[in-house]
């Protein structure tokens, strides 16, 4: 694990992450730390999140499940208990004023002030991720992709098959999973999809914001540009990352 050797380094670190207006978060064992998103520079923001896997931002906030509990966390690594009762939990994403959460075969609208919750309607049974595109919930479902209405739970199923797919994040207007080696960029309204590369098997945490996405992999953290492909390492020492977010 880090040794904080340089206090120097890590104040700089959190002065650029601010000017730059975004950040990297990972929770790796029991910490939550932050990275620039340029430099890969890193530094610790709190502990006590051994066992989370959940983790997305909304807000100029991230929220957490860790166990049974769902937390707001803010960017200094502090935290609020929400609400209980998400034991189980598979997969968390926000949007649109609301969290969303898969569990026990249901999808879940959770109020972000207050971890208050209702259901999506349908059955939801076999979903393996979620993630918040263009105005609507994608639901990876039995190896389909579905575009979601969070409220009436009316939806779309796009083209292609989904099966194997071990990681998905999205911007605004783009969906991004990635299946075996390859990393896809996906149309949420059509299901067009253009392969960005490969080298990403078995990559599990993944975030995206503008144009870029990052993802932990074999222990690196790496930026890929979601225009060209182009890729670059972030920094090593990242192996073990349970979950993954940035804002």
Known sequence: MRVFSLIVLLVLSGVFSVASGESIYAIQGDVLYRADINSGEWS???????????LTAFSGSMYAIQGD????????????ELSESWEGAIALTAGDHWLYVVQNNMIYRVDPDDGS????????????????????LMVLQNGSLYRTDPVTG???ELPSSYTGTTAVAATSNAFFAIQGDILYKVNPRTGDYENLGGGYDGATEMAASGNYVYCEWNGSL????????EYESLGSSWDGTTALCVF
């Open 69 to 80: 509990v769902l937390y707001r966390i803010d960017r200094d690594g502090s935290w609020t």
């Open 222 to 229: 790496w930026k890929t540009n979601a225009r060209t492909g």
């Open 117 to 136: 919750w209702e259901g999506v309607p349908g059955d939801y049974a076999g979903t393996t991720h979620i993630a918040w595109c263009d105005g609507e």
């Open 154 to 156: 009316d939806y779309i």
């Open 44 to 54: 610790e923001l709190s502990e006590s999140w051994e066992g989370t896997e959940l």
